[in-house]
């Protein structure tokens, strides 16, 4: 189960930082991946970001990248999505999802296909 927190509203500018936590087993086996849905839209395709199960490798989607960072502590069954300059474009519902993978820098994903496991979600606004 993979349950998301962290969200909220914030003035453009801002941070955030989402935290998505596993439980019932360990997340050192597992790539994580947030995605996010806007008002009004489906959820997107591609991943705002992904992690591989050591940490090691990343992926930041054009839009987000040097404004997003994402990170895990594996000890904790948690990964943080640390979100800076946050603009009102990024308003949507941020899910995090997982998939079992071999351990180690190079598997990451970023298409939704591709997880088995989602969470219910957290609201982040940007607005004034």
């Known amino acids: 189960q993979l349950v998301e927190s962290g969200g909220g509203l914030v003035q453009p500018g801002g941070s955030l930082r989402l935290s998505c936590t596993g439980s019932?087993?360990?997340?050192?086996?597992?790539?994580i991946g947030w995605f996010r849905q806007a008002p009004g839209k489906e959820r997107e395709e591609d991943g705002v970001?992904?992690?591989?199960?050591?940490?090691?490798?990343?992926f930041y989607d054009d839009s987000v990248q040097g404004r997003f960072t994402i990170s895990r502590d594996n000890t904790k069954s948690t990964v943080y999505l640390q979100m800076d300059r946050l603009r009102p474009e990024d308003t949507a519902v941020y899910y995090c999802?997982?998939?079992?993978?071999?351990?180690?820098?190079?598997?990451?994903?970023?298409?939704?296909?591709?997880?088995?496991?989602w969470g219910q979600g957290t609201q982040v606004t940007v607005s004034t």
């Open positions: 999802a997982a998939v079992e993978v071999p351990y180690g820098p190079s598997n990451w994903y970023s298409r939704d296909f591709e997880y088995e496991y």
């Open positions: 019932g087993s360990a997340l050192d086996r597992y790539a």
């Open positions: 970001s992904a992690i591989s199960s050591s940490g090691d490798g990343a």
